[in-house]
């Protein structure tokens, strides 16, 4: 059963960090691709980066996150990291990982997490 499962939000004052986990299992890490995306109080979800097993390096779906956020792999525990910095209010969302099994990093996952909570407080 492929399962993707996020964990490591928490409230954070601006301008802070923070580390997000997104622990994978049901599939293999040779092919695959995991992707992170957030959803804000009132706004659409939008993707932030993704991480595959065909690609060399993380791919960014939005241009702010290629500075302040990175996404990153430890195949070894089958687990995505997103790493978030410099924090502000604008970043409280739910934030949601993703596997596609074809490796294909775009928003049409074909698994979800149940979220995590980012709370930026000003």
């Known amino acids: 059963e492929v399962q993707v499962v996020e964990s490591g939000g928490d409230l954070v004052q601006a301008g802070g960090s923070l580390r997000l986990s997104c622990a994978a299992s049901?599939?293999?890490?040779?092919?695959?691709?995991v992707g992170w995306f957030r959803q804000a109080p009132g706004k659409e979800r939008e993707g932030i980066g993704c991480?595959?097993?065909?690609?060399?390096?993380?791919?960014y779906y939005v241009d702010f996150a290629k500075g302040r956020f990175t996404v990153s792999s430890d195949n070894s525990t089958n687990t995505v990291y997103l790493d978030m910095n410099n924090l502000a209010p604008e970043d409280t969302a739910v934030y949601y990982c993703?596997?596609?099994?074809?490796?294909?990093?775009?928003?049409?996952?074909?698994?979800w997490g149940k979220g995590t909570l980012v709370i930026v407080s000003a």
């Open positions: 993703g596997a596609h099994l074809a490796a294909m990093c775009h928003p049409d996952m074909d698994y």
């Open positions: 049901g599939f293999s890490f040779d092919d695959y691709a």
């Open positions: 991480i595959s097993s065909s690609d060399g390096g993380a791919y």
